[in-house]
C-alpha cells in the first residue's frame, strides 16, 4: 500500500554562504513517488539529481530577483504549491 504520490526535496543554493550580504536561494522541487522498491526509487532520484542540474527544473521558493541575478540565475516566481 502507498501513502505517497509525491514529495517534495528543498535545497538552499549555494550551499554555504560566509555572510548574510551573500544571496542564497531556497529551491524546492517535487518528484513523483512511484510504488516501487525504495532503493531503487532512490537510487534514480540521485542518479537524476547528477545528470541534471536541479536549480534548472526546481522551483524558487525563497529567493529575490535581485538574489537570483547575482547568483547567475534567471529569476522565477514561485507558483504557491
Given at each position: 500500500m502507498k501513502d505517497l504520490d509525491a514529495a517534495r526535496l528543498t535545497f538552499i543554493y549555494p550551499a554555504h554562504?560566509?555572510?548574510f550580504e551573500n544571496p542564497s536561494i531556497q529551491?524546492?522541487?517535487v518528484i513523483?513517488?512511484?510504488?516501487?522498491f525504495p532503493k531503487t526509487l532512490a537510487d534514480k532520484i540521485i542518479q537524476s539529481l547528477?545528470?541534471?542540474?536541479?536549480?534548472s527544473t526546481?522551483?524558487?521558493?525563497g529567493a529575490t530577483k535581485e538574489a537570483a541575478e547575482r547568483?547567475?540565475?534567471i529569476y522565477r516566481k514561485p507558483s504557491g504549491w
Open positions: 554562504t560566509t555572510s529551491f524546492g522541487l513523483d513517488v512511484p510504488d516501487e547528477m545528470t541534471t542540474d536541479p536549480k526546481a522551483e524558487m521558493i547568483l547567475g540565475l
